[in-house]
């Protein structure tokens, strides 16, 4: 059974910092892209940041660049998104999710997806 389980979601003030973390089971994780999505209230689910296990291959959405980093631990199946700088206009439901191809999860259309962790960010 293939589960994406996130965590590492809560309430911060702007300014500040969380670390997502997504751990995978039930497939092979080296051939996979891993992503994460962003569902703010009212509004359709957007695409954060992708990392493709198979040959590193990164996306950021320009929104996050240089505040978000995405990184892997191979060996746990375990993604995470460093979130820097944290802006109220961050806030959502963050999901992990995970397809065999990058392409086809960044425009949000991918296999798996998790049950998602809230983000608040106070002003």
């Known amino acids: 059974e293939v589960q994406l389980v996130e965590s590492g979601g809560g309430l911060v003030q702007a300014g500040g910092s969380l670390r997502l973390s997504c751990q995978a089971s039930?497939?092979?994780?080296?051939?996979?892209?891993i992503g994460w999505f962003r569902q703010a209230p009212g509004k359709e689910r957007d695409g954060v940041s992708l990392?493709?296990?198979?040959?590193?291959?990164?996306y950021y959405a320009d929104s996050v660049k240089g505040r978000f980093t995405i990184s892997s631990d191979n060996a746990k199946n375990t993604v995470y998104l460093q979130m820097n700088s944290l802006k109220p206009e961050d806030t959502g439901i963050y999901y992990c999710?995970?397809?065999?191809?990058?392409?086809?999860?960044?425009?949000?259309?991918?296999?798996?997806y998790g049950q998602g962790t809230r983000v608040t960010v106070s002003s």
């Open positions: 999710a995970a397809d065999q191809s990058r392409d086809r999860l960044w425009l949000n259309v991918g296999d798996y």
């Open positions: 990392l493709d296990i198979s040959d590193g291959v990164i």
């Open positions: 039930g497939f092979t994780f080296d051939d996979y892209a």
